[in-house]
């Protein structure tokens, strides 16, 4: 007579539970482990100062930069922190102001470099200088000539209106336009001569703050010795 086994189907099913959770978590594990290379060793320092080693990506570093080691100790890569938006919102504007700075200065660089082929010596900024003012100063000679032509040409019109001092409103209308002429052409020339003024202040100033570039680029000025040794 047979003896049925009542208890087998269960034990089946137990061993059919083990292996399916057996595999599920090697499959996780898979999963887990895809990206990581065989080996590597993952390295950081904590907000506490601690170095920390894992064999996959430390998650108390991600706000910090991590390393990736091979097994002999040499670095892999470099990990970059985990940024959140705003954090990189920040990081990508104080990477824009470096490179709008780096511009700037690379920009400088070139101007001096401009400014001392233009200028290779002291004399020769002296020179430059010296003639740019000469020029407004022409202008302005011309601007005073012309008011004292202008001078002698009121002289004529008062001696005009010397019957109608009392009263130059009784002159003759031509006579009396010559004088509002004359007095707005004055007026005329000596605003531009104070604009004149001011230019030769903006000239003076423009080679000021040239000069104070160059100085450092032209070097320490030779002694009295050496330029006379070098004038013989």
């Given at each position: 007579m047979r003896t049925r086994d009542h208890g087998k189907p269960h034990r089946?099913?137990?061993?059919?539970?083990?292996?399916?959770?057996?595999?599920a978590a090697v499959g996780v594990a898979r999963a887990q482990g895809k990206d990581v290379p065989a080996g590597s060793i993952y390295t950081c320092t904590d907000a506490q100062g601690r170095t920390l080693t894992a064999?996959?990506?430390?998650?108390?570093?991600?706000?910090?930069?991590?390393?990736?080691?091979?097994p002999s100790g040499l670095t892999?890569?470099?990990?970059?922190?985990?940024?959140?938006?705003?954090?990189?919102?920040?990081?990508?504007?104080?990477?824009?102001?470096?490179?709008?700075?780096?511009?700037k200065a690379t920009d400088e660089r070139r101007r001096e470099r401009a400014l001392l082929v233009r200028y290779p010596s002291p004399a020769s900024h002296d020179r430059e200088r010296k003639e740019a003012l000469s020029q407004v100063d022409a202008v302005i000679q011309a601007a005073q000539k012309r008011i004292a032509e202008?001078?002698?040409?009121r002289k004529k019109i008062d001696e005009e209106l010397e019957f109608y001092k009392?009263?130059?409103?009784?002159?003759?209308?031509?006579?009396r336009r010559k004088l509002?002429?004359?007095?707005?052409?004055?007026?005329?020339?000596?605003?531009f001569i104070a604009e004149q003024e001011e230019e030769k202040k903006r000239v003076n100033a423009r080679f000021d703050?040239?000069?104070?570039?160059?100085k450092p680029l032209w070097g320490p000025a030779p002694s009295a010795a050496a330029a006379a040794a070098a004038s013989r």
């Open positions: 089946l099913l137990a061993a059919a539970s083990f292996f399916l959770v057996a595999f064999d996959r990506p430390i998650p108390a570093c991600n706000d910090r930069e991590q390393r990736e080691l091979s892999r890569r470099k990990i970059e922190p985990t940024y959140s938006a705003r954090e990189m919102a920040e990081r990508e504007d104080r990477a824009r102001e470096a490179a709008v700075q780096a511009a202008l001078g002698e040409d009392k009263d130059t409103s009784k002159a003759p209308g031509a006579m509002e002429d004359n007095t707005q052409s004055m007026a005329v020339q000596h605003r703050e040239e000069r104070a570039r160059l």
